[in-house]
């Protein structure tokens, strides 16, 4: 597929909206530009919506979302979302994409964390989501990650002491190891952020807690809590605008049937439930998440885990509630996943660490800082690994710092393994927007009873592997509403003109099965109905049959009486 952009840094807000506003420029059949609101900052949060108009209204067809980051660190989300905008754009001549931009509709977020994502990018900080003060409204005692060696890097510091609970590994300095109970000569240290001490007593080092702590996928209606169950949850749900507007734009949305949320990372795809385990969820629905993930597996090579049970663990005491995936699912009935980028553990070769409840060794955890470093030496990223370096501290005296970047070695890829990061899920979400449910009629007929009298058949399918529902979920939530058949260019003679005909199911709920005999097939619930209709009419004059529904779209045909 043919691309334009070049991904060889992580974009700031400006060259985002420079490349959007380009996009509507440049393709105003295709690509609309819009902002679902401000940012705290004011900021706009902008929404490309990417759909072929002329096939139809975008807000009709069933829609697939992409949210680039709700963690403001995790900048690869928005590479990969732009990744997507700039595939869907210049391949509209492929069948592929123009198929799918006449179906159905893209509707892609790049940055809604505008804000905390240019602090990031600008200042040396880690930072979670938004770059207000959260919870304490001023720092607070303890140590406070800063970059006091200037690099334009926060990375790990070393203070040598008798107390010291690691040594330098004999074979690889950069390398520290706990030291044994019998190691009584010799180096030993005590490992801590990069940074300075706010009202430091002169012994004591502790971390102080984050500056900007308030957590935006923690700050969704669905099993919100307070900071003191859920930290970082905010005072109420919604409480800044980021948030806000995510969560009035969705509920207004009922096309959206899938959404992707980026993350950083890990190299895995997380499907809901995040609040409760995945036993008490709908069983159909968890299905339709496996067929998804088989997908994202054969394209990504990722691990695929459960929110709940297999990412968090099922006894963990660090919860995700108020999680916008959470909130998609549950309240909105929309396939929401989230996607862990950057595989780091791949890339060296390390020992995973999912699914839950594994826990691996500390030999095994040795050994995997072992190849990350060999990892590093072997792909020359020295760069983004140094050495431990002596540095004069104000506070401490002689420290040293040195270790990862972690904001682009570990949080984010480094530069030059951007490009083979974006592009592998978008060719995921391209395959898994196929999945979709879409409506289309089979089989028109009219026959003429006598004259001036017609009866009109109409057959209506639907062609996607999702039911056109989507989620068992959105019909639980009562937010579902029959598809409606409506007839328009006679005179209906008995009945009405509009027809609800509830929902079909997709081919993905149809049971298949390998018997003694062969392949077996059975139809759970109906793919199709048939529909009709007694009219007035004219001889040789048309009518005009529409099929309308909230998440497989509309279809529509001619019949001549």
Request: aromatic share 12%; net charge negative; hydrophobic share 35%.
């Amino acid at each position: 597929m043919k691309t334009v952009q070049s991904y060889d840094h992580y974009y700031n807000y400006q060259e985002i909206t420079d490349i959007l506003h380009e996009y509507a420029e440049q393709f105003p059949r295709y690509v609309k530009l819009s902002s679902i609101g401000k940012t705290t900052e004011n900021r706009e949060m902008w929404l490309l919506t990417v759909s072929d108009t002329e096939a139809g209204d975008p807000d009709e067809k069933p829609a697939y979302f992409t949210v680039g980051h709700v963690h403001a660190g995790e900048v690869t989300g928005c590479m990969c979302s732009m990744y997507l905008a700039d595939v869907l754009v210049h391949n509209t001549e492929e069948e592929e994409i123009a198929a799918l931009l006449r179906n159905s509709t893209f509707y892609i977020m790049p940055r809604p964390v505008a804000d905390g994502s240019e602090y990031y990018l600008t200042h040396p900080d880690m930072i979670r989501s938004i770059n207000i003060p959260y919870p304490f409204e001023t720092e607070m005692p303890g140590l406070v990650p800063s970059d006091i060696d200037g690099d334009g890097v926060i990375r790990n510091m070393i203070v040598k002491t008798p107390f010291g609970g690691w040594k330098k590994d004999e074979k690889d300095s950069r390398l520290l190891v706990k030291r044994e109970a019998d190691d009584v000569t010799g180096d030993f240290y005590n490992v801590y952020s990069e940074g300075m001490i706010n009202d430091y007593d002169g012994v004591h080092i502790e971390s102080a807690p984050a500056k900007y702590g308030l957590d935006l996928n923690r700050n969704y209606p669905m099993n919100w809590n307070p900071e003191y169950k859920q930290p970082g949850g905010g005072i109420y749900p919604g409480q800044v605008s980021e948030s806000r507007n995510l969560i009035e734009w969705i509920s207004r949305r009922r096309n959206l049937v899938s959404t992707i949320i980026f993350h950083t990372f890990g190299g895995m795809y997380l499907y809901p439930p995040a609040g409760i385990p995945a036993a008490q969820a709908d069983q159909k629905d968890q299905e339709m998440f496996k067929a998804f993930m088989k997908m994202a597996k054969e394209e990504t090579g990722y691990h695929q885990l459960r929110i709940k049970d297999d990412y968090l663990g099922l006894d963990t005491e660090y919860p995700a509630n108020g999680s916008l995936d959470d909130y998609l699912y549950h309240c909105n009935g929309v396939f929401s996943h989230s996607v862990e980028t950057w595989n780091l553990e791949a890339q060296c070769e390390m020992k995973p660490e999912y699914p839950k409840p594994v826990k691996l060794t500390e030999e095994e955890k040795m050994d995997n800082q072992r190849k990350l470093l060999e990892w590093v030496d072997k792909n020359k990223l020295n760069d983004y690994y140094m050495e431990w370096t002596e540095f004069e501290h104000p506070q401490l005296g002689t420290v040293e710092i040195g270790g990862p970047d972690k904001k682009f070695l570990l949080q984010n890829p480094p530069v030059q393994f951007l490009p083979q990061e974006v592009e592998k899920h978008t060719r995921y979400i391209l395959r898994h927007a196929k999945s979709m449910p879409h409506l289309a009629f089979v089989k028109t007929d009219s026959k003429k009873l006598a004259d001036g009298l017609y009866k009109v058949e109409a057959v209506i399918c639907n062609t996607g592997y999702m039911p056109t529902n989507a989620t068992n979920e959105f019909m639980t939530l009562k937010l579902a509403r029959d598809i409606e058949v409506i007839l328009k260019g006679a005179e209906v003679a008995e009945g009405k003109a509009v027809q609800k005909i509830g929902q079909l199911e997709g081919y993905g709920t149809v049971r298949r099965e390998y018997s003694f005999f062969g392949p077996v097939t059975v139809e759970p619930a109906p793919l199709s109905k048939k529909v009709t209709w007694f009219v007035y009419g004219k001889e040789g004059s048309e009518v005009t049959i529409t099929a309308c529904s909230q998440k497989a779209g509309k279809a529509e045909t001619t019949v001549t009486l």
